[in-house]
């Protein structure tokens, strides 16, 4: 079972990035997906969540307008496109799945898969 995040890095106020969240070993259709981040120093923060067919899709407010999250079932895979970055979306972004969708969930073991994070920092 394994998620791997990819896509972060350094951008600029403004700025834009796309994270992408493979996944393998388990039925990456069935399976509610989320994106979670951790600013340094501070607690974890949801930030998104899918529906196994994408039908259903929620934002938190700070990312609500800027952040868009969708799905490939075909190619097993999640993604985060992330514009207008702010510093305060600095961050380790983790994509997680659970069998059963609980928003707002951010400890690990609220969710089934949970991935190694991939660092996004918005600076100038």
């Known amino acids: 079972v394994q998620l791997v995040e990819s896509g972060g890095g350094m951008v600029q106020p403004g700025g834009s990035l796309r994270l992408s969240c493979a996944a393998s070993?388990?039925?990456?259709?069935?399976?509610?997906m989320s994106w979670v981040r951790q600013a340094p120093g501070k607690g974890p923060e949801w930030v998104s969540a899918?529906?196994?067919?994408?039908?259903?899709?929620y934002y938190s407010d700070s990312v609500k307008g800027r952040f868009t999250i969708s799905r490939d079932n075909a190619q097993n895979t999640l993604f985060l496109q992330m514009n207008s970055l702010k510093p305060e979306d600095t961050a380790l972004y983790y994509c997680?799945?659970?069998?059963?969708?609980?928003?707002?969930?951010?400890?690990?073991?609220?969710?089934?898969?949970w991935g190694q994070g991939t660092q996004v920092t918005v600076s100038s």
């Open positions: 899918i529906s196994t067919e994408g039908t259903n899709i």
């Open positions: 070993g388990f039925p990456f259709r069935l399976v509610d």
């Open positions: 997680a799945g659970q069998h059963r969708l609980r928003i707002g969930a951010t400890n690990p073991k609220e969710y089934d898969y």
